[in-house]
């Protein structure tokens, strides 16, 4: 008789480490209390839900200061795998590269929550559901960054994107559900050709885990090569879309028009780290064996997405509905050819030379100053859809909210006083620099000079003459914001002039290696 015991019966049971996977362990518990609690709590309570979410993610937040010191932690480990070193055989690993990610895509869920407390009030939305959909979507994007096989990173890509899809479609009206058709039908394309290409990713080298797909892939037989490299180009497809890069960009103008503008936002923010942070892992681990092959195909990336960008914010009209919340989409695309900038970099950049840093301190300088421009936008235009015209004379009217978009909007184009903006793209040109991307580095530069244009446009307007037309009672109930609002200004605004001083605070992030 043939027996089936095992030598060593205790090595088949692991221990998860779960101070490792707190942050977004907490996140999904938040999710699942906050939809248990809106069955039973009265409608009269509802508020306490958001407040259960920002909580939630504050904890969240907390959880990743254990992780900060000492060396990377990992769980949900194999022993088997083929070509594994140190954490190679891990599918969640908690270092620093999963640390800055986990703490944008937090932050920005945390700041998205406060400027979602008066929208789920003022626009009637179902506040259980709006709630758990954000929690779910931001437990989703704080697991990409720490995944460490494609199994494991599509399955955190699609629990961040399918509560998007809803939360887009929760404002009641035409423009919600075509928005979130539009998104759904663009994303769920995507997805099924990443799918494809991991099939041929695991055909090729025989594992899904991302150090031993590299071993694998670097001795692949020579007639599944063209089958491996085709792989990786699908693979990337995915994880390019969430970033919003061309041609999958066509999604991100219409889509943020139609949700509610927290979400927006959100998508702007986090949704575009989860997507960076798992196209940095894939191609920087997964694929490195073809790096000059994908180095190559991010920089004309990069360059062709912070042109269409910039060129299709120059073209929107500032005078109709909704322009404020198009501009913002178009700036963010051509806020993603930057961010693809480093990652392009990283495929050309010399042993021992980690370009990521850049990407990663730029994308946390982005994600707040970009919050507080949706913020701004959100406190405007709480009675009627935005246009970049309705802000004409707003520093006669609100000093403050002036000032304040004012400075992120200078931020965002890289002029001072928005000193932290600037820092953040010359850390960028330089990366490009430092790999030999010359080309690279005068496309961007053009494109920041272009995108001057709109974003001191917009801002000249802040300080126009204001216009006569506003009834007194009304501009006095709008001076007096929701405190969410109130807080998500208060916070980004603070954040920005706090880096701005102290730019080496989120600068050194780019010193060193994130792996």
């Not at 704080?142 to 629990?159: C, G, H, K, N, Y």
């Not at 539009?182 to 394309?189: A, G, L, Q, R």
Request: with cysteine.
């Amino acid at each position: 008789m043939t027996s089936l015991a095992v030598a060593n019966p205790g090595s088949l049971i692991q221990s998860v480490d779960w101070v490792a996977i707190a942050p977004p362990l907490i996140a999904a518990v938040a999710a699942l209390a906050v939809l248990v609690t809106d069955l039973f709590l009265p409608e009269r309570h509802r508020k306490w839900l958001g407040r259960l979410t920002a909580a939630g993610l504050a904890l969240a937040l907390i959880a990743l200061l254990p992780l900060t010191g000492g060396s990377p932690r990992a769980t949900f480990c194999v022993q088997n795998v083929a070509g594994a070193t140190d954490n190679a055989g891990c599918s969640y690993v908690a270092d620093h590269f999963a640390l800055v990610f986990q703490l944008l895509v937090l932050g920005g869920a945390l700041i998205a929550a406060l400027l979602s407390a008066h929208t789920v009030e003022d626009e009637k939305l179902p506040g259980g559901e709006y709630w758990f959909l954000l929690l779910s979507s931001a437990t989703g994007a704080a697991l990409l960054p720490a995944s460490r096989d494609l199994a494991t990173m599509v399955i955190a890509l699609e629990v961040a994107s399918l509560p998007a899809f809803a939360l887009v479609a929760l404002r009641r009206d035409g423009r919600g559900a075509e928005a979130a058709l539009k998104f759904f039908v663009s994303s769920v394309t995507a997805t099924a050709v990443m799918l494809l290409g991991i099939g041929f990713v695991y055909a090729a080298s025989g594992s899904l885990h991302l150090g031993a797909v590299a071993q694998g892939l670097e001795h692949a037989p020579g007639q599944l090569k063209p089958l491996a490299e085709a792989g990786a180009v699908l693979t990337l497809v995915g994880f390019a879309f969430k970033v919003a890069a061309v041609p999958f960009h066509f999604w991100v103008p219409d889509t943020y028009t139609g949700a509610p503008l927290p979400v927006a936002g959100y998508l702007s923010v986090v949704g575009k780290a989860a997507g960076l942070s798992g196209l940095a892992l894939a191609t920087t681990i997964a694929f490195r064996p073809y790096a000059h092959t994908w180095g190559l195909a991010l920089a004309v990336l990069a360059a062709v997405t912070m042109t269409v960008g910039n060129v299709g914010a120059l073209r929107q009209r500032f005078d109709t509905r909704y322009s404020a919340v198009r501009l913002l989409a178009w700036s963010s695309v051509g806020q993603a050819g930057y961010l693809l900038v480093p990652l392009a970099a990283a495929g050309y950049a010399p042993t021992g030379v980690d370009p990521l840093g850049a990407t990663a301190a730029y994308a946390l300088i982005y994600g707040v100053v970009n919050l507080g421009a949706f913020g701004v936008v959100a406190a405007v235009g709480r009675r009627a859809g935005t246009s970049v015209d309705d802000f004409r004379g707003l520093f006669a009217r609100r000093r403050w909210t002036a000032l304040a978009l004012a400075f992120f909007l200078l931020c965002l184009a890289g002029l001072p006083p928005g000193v932290i903006g600037l820092f953040g793209k010359v850390v960028v040109f330089r990366a490009a620099v430092d790999a030999g991307l010359g080309w690279l580095a005068v496309v961007m530069a053009v494109n920041v000079v272009v995108a001057l244009y709109y974003y001191l446009l917009w801002t000249a307007r802040l300080f126009a003459p204001a216009p006569d037309t506003e009834p007194v009672g009304e501009a006095e109930a709008e001076r007096r914001l929701p405190a969410g609002l109130t807080a998500t200004l208060g916070l980004t605004a603070s954040v920005a002039v706090v880096l701005s001083f102290a730019p080496q605070l989120v600068l050194q992030v780019a010193g060193g290696s994130l792996f």
